[in-house]
């Protein structure tokens, strides 16, 4: 018995090891699989503006799904999730004025392509209906804005802050007291009505401007509102440093892996 236990042993020991070549090899896989994933998978995003309040803070790190209102694909497309853009969704996209190229900007889908919008004293009317939007927030002092609170029925000027683009295309789609969404477009607004520089101000977000839909919080930090203005090294260093001192204590745990919607 004691001669088989030692023959035992030594087929364990004689085992092969993992050599450097299959160790590189596995390494290179899961590191390929990470990139594929955070390429074309899901993407970080952080929150930068108040436009989002309460929905989204100033600070919220989310994950955005860039499969779901991705282009569907022949060879995988019955595998994967896709769906067409609905209105309430949340979606990130790249800012569709050519003065804001390369911006990503959220914001929630009001109105897809056919539908009629207007608003009347701060309530959105899509298709003649008013909505119940449980989720907007509202300052005191929203309704001192009338190009605001009464689109498109209030002319669009600089003075308001539209953008010139939108200033000279917005009367082509209005029909009656209505926007029109056109095919292939969407029209979005910031739940945090009062700050939101949305479609009221630059128009219509193309379809191939639409990176994803943000899933969830992973996580949310206590940043200033003006953070993301200051792009120089020593102030991105400077917060970077606060951060170090403060996660614990600035980190907004209640807000951690909370569904975005």
């Given at each position: 018995?004691?001669?088989?236990?030692?023959?035992?042993k030594?087929?364990?020991?004689?085992?092969?090891?993992?050599?450097?070549?299959?160790?590189?090899?596995?390494?290179?896989?899961?590191?390929?699989?990470?990139?594929?994933?955070?390429?074309?998978?899901?993407?970080?995003?952080?929150?930068?503006?108040?436009?989002?309040?309460?929905?989204?803070?100033?600070?919220?790190?989310?994950?955005?799904?860039?499969?779901?209102?991705?282009?569907?694909t022949?060879?995988?497309?019955?595998?994967?999730?896709?769906?067409?853009?609905?209105?309430?969704?949340?979606?990130?996209?790249?800012?569709p004025?050519?003065?804001?190229?390369?911006?990503?900007?959220?914001?929630?889908?009001?109105?897809?392509?056919?539908?009629?919008?207007h608003?009347?004293?701060?309530?959105?009317?899509?298709?003649?209906?008013?909505?119940?939007?449980?989720?907007?927030?509202?300052?005191?002092?929203?309704?001192?804005?009338?190009?605001?609170?009464?689109?498109?029925?209030?002319?669009?000027?600089?003075?308001?802050?539209?953008?010139?683009?939108?200033?000279?295309?917005?009367?082509?789609?209005?029909?009656?007291?209505d926007?029109?969404?056109?095919?292939?477009?969407?029209?979005?607004?910031?739940?945090?009505?009062?700050?939101?520089?949305?479609s009221?101000?630059?128009?219509?977000?193309?379809?191939?401007?639409?990176i994803?839909?943000?899933?969830?919080?992973?996580?949310?930090?206590?940043?200033?509102?003006?953070?993301?203005?200051?792009?120089?090294?020593?102030?991105?260093?400077?917060?970077?440093?606060?951060?170090?001192?403060?996660?614990?204590?600035?980190?907004?745990?209640?807000?951690?892996?909370?569904?975005?919607?």
């Open positions: 018995m004691a001669k088989k236990d030692n023959q035992g030594n087929e364990v020991e004689e085992k092969p090891r993992e050599t450097t070549v299959e160790f590189l090899a596995s390494l290179a896989a899961v590191l390929v699989t990470g990139l594929f994933i955070i390429t074309f998978v899901v993407q970080a995003f952080e929150i930068p503006s108040s436009s989002m309040e309460d929905t989204l803070l100033i600070g919220d790190h989310v994950f955005v799904n860039r499969i779901q209102f991705a282009p569907k022949s060879w995988v497309g019955p595998l994967l999730p896709y769906r067409d853009v609905r209105r309430g969704d949340i979606v990130v996209f790249l800012h004025d050519p003065h804001d190229a390369g911006t990503y900007v959220v914001k929630r889908i009001m109105g897809v392509p056919g539908d009629r919008i608003l009347r004293n701060g309530v959105v009317y899509r298709n003649g209906e008013a909505l119940h939007e449980p989720y907007i927030l509202q300052d005191e002092d929203s309704g001192q804005d009338s190009y605001r609170n009464n689109f498109p029925a209030v002319p669009p000027s600089y003075e308001n802050g539209v953008y010139p683009n939108w200033i000279v295309d917005l009367a082509s789609h209005i029909q009656g007291e926007l029109v969404v056109p095919p292939g477009h969407y029209f979005a607004m910031g739940d945090h009505r009062a700050v939101s520089l949305d009221r101000y630059w128009g219509f977000i193309p379809q191939e401007n639409v994803g839909r943000p899933m969830f919080i992973y996580w949310s930090f206590e940043t200033p509102s003006n953070q993301y203005h200051k792009t120089d090294l020593g102030d991105r260093i400077g917060f970077l440093a606060h951060v170090v001192l403060h996660f614990f204590d600035e980190t907004r745990w209640r807000r951690t892996l909370k569904v975005v919607r």
